[in-house]
């Protein structure tokens, strides 16, 4: 009797510490995909940053474009109230659509702009809107790097929470959801940065 005893005891710690590690490794992921999140984050908070500075840099050359200017400012407000969704809770299906839709409209309202800019050439020739275009440039190619990472690593939580036996215990461990991609309703936005040229 000792015997089966001692094997029916390690089974069941066997068992138990394989629990553990579907645990663990369910918690690393998500906190891999949350990390990847928040460095979408910094890098749209620094776009948005630059957003008003542009548009006043823009003012003094565009003063009867100010509807295009405002629509901007009024785009990026809401691309700002749509990360701070996205933020409160990464990976929610609501959250990710609330930021890829008000992405979506700040593309939009910087495409307007950049059209409207072309004809004036003295705006383009500026050091202020040469040294603002180049910082945003590099900062979309910045979040389109962290987009990437960050639907790299829900793509990985998400296959493994689906795999098994994973998926017999992630709801219990509170892994009922999947996380969702961020992606944008134009496959064009996903494909290529917004263009700024000056």
Same mark, same amino acid.
């Given at each position: 009797m000792a015997v089966s005893?001692?094997?029916?005891?390690?089974?069941?710690?066997?068992?138990?510490?394989?629990?553990?590690?579907?645990?663990?490794?369910?918690?690393?992921?998500?906190?891999?995909f949350q990390?990847?999140?928040?460095?979408?984050?910094v890098q749209l908070k620094r776009r948005y940053?630059?957003?008003? !500075?542009?548009v006043?840099?823009?003012?003094?050359?565009?003063?009867?474009?100010?509807?295009?200017?405002?629509?901007?400012?009024?785009?990026? !407000?809401s691309a700002v109230a749509g990360l701070k969704a996205a933020a409160a809770q990464p990976g929610s299906p609501q959250g990710m659509a609330q930021l890829a839709g008000a992405e979506s409209l700040l593309n939009g309202a910087m495409g307007r702009l950049n059209v409207v800019m072309e004809a004036y050439p003295d705006l383009k020739a500026s050091q !202020?809107?040469?040294?603002?275009?180049?910082?945003l440039s590099t900062t979309e190619n910045k979040v389109a790097f962290a987009r990437q990472a960050y639907n790299d690593a829900v793509m990985t939580y998400n296959t493994y929470k689906q795999g098994f036996p994973p998926v017999l215990l992630a709801a219990s461990f509170g892994?009922?959801?999947?996380?969702?991609l961020l992606e944008f309703a134009d496959s064009a936005a996903i494909q290529e940065a917004p263009k700024v040229s000056f």
């Open positions: 005893t001692l094997i029916i005891l390690a089974v069941l710690a066997a068992l138990i510490f394989y629990v553990i590690g579907i645990y663990n490794q369910l918690v690393k992921l998500r906190n891999r990390n990847a999140f928040a460095q979408i984050e940053d630059l957003i008003p !500075n542009l006043e840099t823009a003012k003094g050359y565009l003063a009867h474009e100010r509807e295009t200017l405002e629509a901007v400012i009024a785009a990026r !407000n !202020n809107m040469q040294q603002l275009s180049e910082e892994h009922g959801q999947d996380a969702s």
